[in-house]
């Protein structure tokens, strides 16, 4: 029994694993997600339009809630969610335009706010990109850009009130 229930928790485990991996490389797409227990109770599914990545090239996704310091009312600060993508390719990547990535946030998202993420570490990088609020979840569609071989993607997004409210 116990060999079973341990049997039982290892596939779970390897279950749970392969949901924050995604090896995917059909049609060029590289897909992702995260789980909200993984995420501070985020949810992300994104896609990315590969041109030229490697064959079995890994996404992995790490995402969290910002610290007081990040998001307001702090000074300065409008981060609501801030996250990172490895690829895992020892080669530069090109990624099309057109890939997405949406998240799902715990608490409710003002609907007068405008929404924008913002991704370092990509040639060049990919800064201010509109997000498009359904629900309590922003959509992103990205620009064409380049992932440099061995190199972590550090994304945030932003939101901001519009001009009227400030």
């Known amino acids: 029994m116990e060999r079973h229930v341990?049997?039982?928790s290892l596939v779970a485990s390897v279950a749970f694993a392969l949901?924050?991996?995604?090896?995917a490389h059909a049609g060029g797409a590289l897909t992702f997600s995260a789980a909200p227990e993984t995420t501070g109770r985020y949810a992300v599914t994104?896609?990315?339009t590969a041109l030229d990545?490697?064959?079995?090239?890994a996404v992995s996704f790490y995402?969290?809630?910002?610290?007081?310091t990040e998001m307001a009312p702090s000074p300065?600060?409008?981060?609501?969610?801030?996250?990172?993508?490895d690829l895992g390719a020892n080669a530069p990547v090109r990624v099309g335009s057109g890939s997405?990535?949406?998240v799902t946030f715990p608490s409710k998202l003002d609907?007068?706010?405008?929404?924008?993420?913002?991704?370092?570490?990509?040639?060049?990088?990919v800064v201010d990109v509109p997000g498009t609020l359904r629900g309590n979840t922003l959509h992103f569609t990205l620009p064409a850009f380049v992932v440099p071989a061995k190199t972590r993607i550090i994304g945030e997004i932003d939101g901001d009130p519009t001009s009227s409210d400030r």
């Open 19 to 23: 949901a924050l991996v995604a090896i």
């Open 6 to 8: 341990a049997q039982r």
């Open 63 to 68: 995402g969290r809630a910002p610290t007081k």
């Open 111 to 125: 609907p007068s706010y405008r929404y924008s993420m913002t991704l370092a570490r990509t040639v060049p990088n």
């Open 53 to 57: 990545a490697p064959p079995g090239t």
């Open 100 to 102: 997405t990535m949406d």
């Open 76 to 85: 300065g600060a409008d981060g609501l969610f801030f996250f990172h993508l």
């Open 46 to 48: 994104g896609s990315l």
